[in-house]
């Protein structure tokens, strides 16, 4: 079995910083993507940001420059440093990971349980 957990959300006020972590445990042999995604109340789920196993990254547009996703692969942990916060990142955000566990071929996408992050204004 394979969890990830989520840690670091909450309250800030705009313009202010928070960091979340992402921690994968379990029998894991490999983890490929990781990723931190964002739902608002009433919207989709979307990608916030990803990154490779060998330190690509991907932004969306509405973060960039605001936003760094890391990754440390000796913890299976990917981070999200959120800067220049604004009311419009509220939202619930999940990690999700593609990762190959020990006795299977393929990979697999396993997904956080959320942490919310609410920014006043």
């Known amino acids: 079995q394979v969890q990830l957990v989520e840690s670091g959300g909450g309250l800030v006020q705009a313009g202010g910083s928070l960091r979340l972590s992402c921690a994968a445990s379990?029998?894991?042999?490999?983890?490929?993507?990781m990723a931190w995604y964002g739902q608002a109340p009433g919207k989709q789920r979307e990608l916030v940001a990803s990154?490779?196993?060998?330190?690509?990254?991907h932004y969306a547009d509405s973060v960039k420059g605001r936003f760094t996703i890391s990754r440390d692969n000796a913890k299976n942990t990917v981070y999200l440093q959120m800067n220049s916060l604004k009311p419009e990142d509220t939202a619930v955000y999940y990690c999700?990971?593609?990762?190959?566990?020990?006795?299977?071929?393929?990979?697999?996408?396993?997904w956080g349980q959320g942490t919310q992050v609410t920014v006043s204004s």
């Open positions: 999700n990971a593609q990762i190959r566990v020990y006795g299977l071929v393929a990979v697999r996408g396993y």
């Open positions: 379990g029998s894991i042999r490999w983890i490929n993507n």
């Open positions: 990154i490779t196993d060998d330190d690509m990254t």
